[in-house]
Nanobody, 123 residues
Framework: QLQASGGGLVQAGDSLRLSCAAS????????MGWFRQAPGKEREFVAA????????YPADAVKGRFIISRENAKNTMYLVINSLKPEDTAVYYC??????????????????WGPGTQVTVSS
């Protein structure tokens, strides 16, 4: 099971750290990812972390502002979002794929999803 937390109402320019706690069976070779979904829009890939620590970001505005990391001892993954913008407002989801070579941008590649945490950025 995955549980995302850390969302809330923030001001533009602030930073936020989202957490994703994993419970149950551990997965040494999983690919972990963060997605977001704004109202009326499709779920959007924002960051992924391979089992070997390689991080992957989309080639757009989130790169450089979003930082994905994990703490193995706590079975927790993080997403730090810097310089938040109103357009970052969305529900943020963490996900896990059992495949170490998952196509990280494709939601269908992930086997497990958390319920999401709302991030709202006011201008």
């Amino acid at each position: 099971q995955l549980q995302a937390s850390g969302g809330g109402l923030v001001q533009a320019g602030d930073s936020l750290r989202l957490s994703c706690a994993a419970s149950g069976r551990t997965c040494s070779y999983c690919t972990m990812g963060w997605f977001r979904q704004a109202p009326g829009k499709e779920r959007e890939f924002v960051a992924a972390l391979r089992w070997n620590g390689v991080s992957i970001y989309p080639a757009d505005a989130v790169k450089g502002r979003f930082i994905i990391s994990r703490e193995n001892a706590k079975n927790t993954m993080y997403l730090v979002i810097n310089s938040l913008k109103p357009e970052d407002t969305a529900v943020y989801y963490c996900a896990a794929s059992a495949s170490p070579t998952a196509i990280v941008r494709e939601p269908g590649q992930y086997n497990y999803w958390g319920p999401g945490t709302q991030v709202t950025v006011s201008s």
